[in-house]
Nanobody, 124 residues
Framework: QVQLLESGGGLVQAGGSLRLSCAAS????????MGWFRQGPGKEREFVAT????????TYADSVKGRFTISRDNAKMTVYLQMNSLKPEDTAIYYC?????????????????WGQGTQVTVSS
């Protein structure tokens, strides 16, 4: 069974940190780029960060650059999102996804498997 299972979400005060994890099972992981996306209340789902299949390069949305860090452990088939200096506007459901290829992408249609999401709420 193909599964991407996010964890690590929760409630945090502004300025705090959270680390999200996304564990993959039932699919190939290491040859593919991975990404994080989020959907805030009343908003469209948007790109957050992506990492190349080899972990050597990353791309971030301008809104999180310098605060969030994406990483991956191919041996554990897990991708992470370290979120620091959180702001109320970071409140959203965060989704991880597997890309169709090895290169980084911020385009949702270039991802073929998605997790169910984990809620992150940042209070002011």
């Amino acid at each position: 069974q193909v599964q991407l299972l996010e964890s690590g979400g929760g409630l945090v005060q502004a300025g705090g940190s959270l680390r999200l994890s996304c564990a993959a099972s039932g699919l190939l992981f290491s040859p593919y780029a991975m990404g994080w996306f989020r959907q805030g209340p009343g908003k469209e789902r948007e790109f957050v960060a992506t990492i190349h299949s080899n972990g050597g390069s990353t791309t971030y949305a301008d809104s999180v650059k310098g605060r969030f860090t994406i990483s991956r452990d191919n041996a554990k088939m897990t991708v992470y999102l370290q979120m620091n200096s959180l702001k109320p506007e970071d409140t959203a459901i965060y989704y991880c996804a597997r890309a169709r290829g090895g290169g980084r992408s911020g385009i949702q249609s270039e991802y073929d498997y998605w997790g169910q999401g984990t809620q992150v709420t940042v209070s002011s």
